[in-house]
């Protein structure tokens, strides 16, 4: 008899711990196995969370490429977790097998294949037909219907002042300078225009070209805001007028009779101190006298007002849009795939695993809690139930791949140049770090653009994301060249990690002060100019009860997870090779100059901007 040490170590929480029986067999490429062995259940009691025993076999296995784990229940079936298990032969070879499962079934059976990774074109007949059986089992559990977005289907008296807002920070407790910065400032111009860069959506901003046909904004209406002796065209054309228009929410019913939506224009304009100041804002699609265009030359309460109506539309489309559609759900169909497709021994479903973690599981609680019917967001809100499906759509119409792509988002909304926008230059450094761990990641397992050609998996993979997208034409069903996968996989990892941290983690910050960002409006936009006081402001903004449960809700999704994985941290090491480790290790140097960059850079800023600092930004979409 031939004897095999073996480790076997489960994770460090109560639940991973089993009282049923666990058995254990080593499979080398014949199928030929070892003795079955029994790990006792003694052996997982306690604190104790790794065990070694020996395996006996009655002749030499080789390399041992397989290892069965079998779970057999007893009076009550317990849920085990096993983290991985470490093989060294009779002649001192060694072998890793990742696992970071849990077997939860009464009498489950899983395989587990050494931790090298392989594309399917390089596996032998058995472990091609092994690995084919895998992914059926696992399409069973994660199934695409038509569309993902199939799945998603007291206190009433308004604030007295301003000021009253104040009283519901109270209940926190929290010292937030940048939230304080924007509770003393949120009313001045540059506040106002400053969040269009680096607030919580900073993606709707974009270079104006020429005005709309229906937003009819006259030199002789602006002239006093632009600099001396330039034409509102002139200024144009030299590139320092800027454009936000909500045109997605056009026709879309409030929530309630409670409750005002409207698809505001606003015209921004960069000043000679390189600030984003507001300069018109038109509060429909349709011009004309019932829709006038305000102007900072209006009196205070009108400018005001027409600032909240346009900061209200901006939270809609942010918390729909930008942040549910364009981080969550995306980042789920990317999962679905990768799950669908993807052999657990591929070498990009171990690339991705750990920024697709928890994504799913949020997905469904926010589904549930936040934008069903009865759940929050339509309580705090002006959309609801399949108003909040009508928007999404919209915005599925003009998602293509290359918007997802961060260098072409911003080079397509002609921001490339404008000072300030520390949301660009901190994404385009996480993309390039991105970028090249991935690549140096493809470059170990594809020695050639036709090798990713081959590679079945990963054009399923592909060619299943489209489908999730229900935007085929928009998104590629195939990949040619290292280059194409490279990039591919660092839009995948971005946007779960980079893109979600920087529209979500700020939500407390601009948000906590409702007047900044009202959740919704109680009363209909201002049909003429010179109608409006403070108190018809105050009887727009959102009442007690909204004011709250919007505080309580954005305060939740600004918060981290506990022990919160951050990019470019994975102590579920799915690799098992060392070019990989190393390449993980330059990673990790790479984003840690990075942070250094940043936290150089906020020390001189009034209003830091600290989001897309890399350890901020958690690998997934996990709250």
């Known amino acids: 008899m031939l004897t095999y040490k073996v480790l076997v170590s489960t994770d460090r929480q109560r639940t991973a711990e089993t009282k049923n029986s666990i058995y254990l067999t080593l499979l080398d490429s014949n199928n030929q196995s070892s ?35 079998e779970k057999e229940k007893h009076f009550v079936n317990f849920q085990w977790f096993c983290k991985h298990i470490k093989v060294k032969t009779p002649s001192e070879k060694f072998f890793e097998f990742p696992c970071h499962r849990w077997l939860v079934g009464k009498n489950e059976v899983i395989i587990i294949r050494e931790g090298s990774a392989q594309l399917p074109q390089d596996d032998t007949e058995l472990l091609k037909k092994q690995r084919q059986e895998e992914l059926e089992s696992t399409r069973k559990i994660f199934r695409i219907g038509d569309s993902f977005l199939d799945k998603f289907k007291g206190f009433i008296q308004s604030w007295k002042d301003l000021a009253d807002f104040e009283k519901i920070l109270e209940d926190f407790k929290i010292k937030n300078t940048l939230l304080e910065n924007v509770m003393q400032d949120w009313s001045k111009d540059y506040m106002f225009g400053y969040q269009f860069l680096n607030g919580c959506n900073p993606v709707m901003i974009r270079k104006c070209m020429n005005l709309p046909d229906n937003f009819p904004v006259r030199h002789e209406m602006v002239d006093g805001f632009l600099r001396r002796g330039a034409t509102l065209q002139e200024e144009i054309k030299a590139g320092n007028i800027y454009i936000a228009d909500y045109e997605i929410l056009d026709g879309v019913p409030a929530s309630s009779t409670r409750h005002y939506l409207t698809a505001p224009i606003c015209l921004l304009y960069k000043n000679r101190l390189d600030q984003i100041v507001p300069i018109a804002i038109q509060l429909s699609q349709n011009p004309g006298e019932k829709s006038p265009i305000f102007l900072p030359s209006d009196n205070e309460y009108d400018w005001m007002l027409a600032k909240m109506w346009v900061k209200s539309s901006d939270f809609n489309v942010h918390q729909l849009v930008t942040h549910l559609l364009k981080t969550h759900l995306i980042s789920e169909v990317f999962e679905i795939a990768m799950y669908r497709q993807l052999s657990a021994v591929h070498p990009v479903h171990k690339l991705l695993k750990p920024h697709v973690r928890f994504t799913i599981a949020i997905n469904a609680e926010a589904r549930e809690k936040l934008v069903s019917d009865g759940g929050v967001f339509s309580k705090i809100s002006s959309i609801a139930g399949a108003e909040m499906e009508k928007v999404i759509k919209r915005a599925m119409e ?3 791949y290359e918007s997802l792509c961060f260098p072409e988002a911003i080079k397509a909304r002609g921001m490339e140049d404008i000072p300030k926008y520390f949301y660009r230059d901190d994404g385009m450094k996480i993309w390039e770090a991105i970028n090249c761990f991935v690549s140096a990641v493809v470059e170990i397992y594809y020695d050639s653009d036709e090798t990713v050609q081959k590679d079945v998996e990963i054009q399923e993979f592909v060619k299943d994301v489209s489908f999730g997208m229900n935007n085929s034409d928009k998104f590629p069903k195939s990949l040619k060249t290292r280059e194409e996968l490279a990039e591919y996989l660092t839009v995948v990892i971005f946007t779960a990690s980079a893109q979600h941290a920087a529209v979500n983690f700020g939500q407390f910050d601009w948000y906590g002060w409702i007047p900044n960002s009202p959740s919704t409006m109680r009363k209909p936009p201002p049909e003429q100019k010179g109608q409006v006081d403070l108190k018809y402001i105050m009887d727009s903004l959102p009442d007690r009860g909204c004011s709250s449960k919007a505080l309580g809700t954005v305060w939740a999704l600004s918060q981290f997870q506990k022990n919160e994985l951050f990019l470019g941290t994975y102590p579920d090491m799915c690799f098992t090779e060392q070019p990989v ?18 936290k150089s850079r906020n020390e001189e800023l009034t209003l830091d901007y600290c989001y897309l600092s890399p350890d901020k930004i958690p690998n997934s979409v996990a709250v």
């Not at 003694?42 to 065990?51: A, D, L, T, V, Y």
């Not at 480790?581 to 940043?598: H, M, P, Q, S, Y």
Request: charged share 40%.
């Open 35 to 69: 003795e079955r062995t029994l790990v006792k259940k003694s052996r997982f009691g306690g604190m104790e969370r790794e065990i070694s025993f020996d395996v006996c076999a009655k002749k030499d296995l080789g390399d041992i490429v397989q290892v069965k784990l």
């Open 398 to 400: 003009t998602l293509t």
């Open 581 to 598: 480790k190393e390449a993980i290790k330059t990673f990790r140097k790479k984003l840690d100059e990075v942070t250094n960059i940043i």
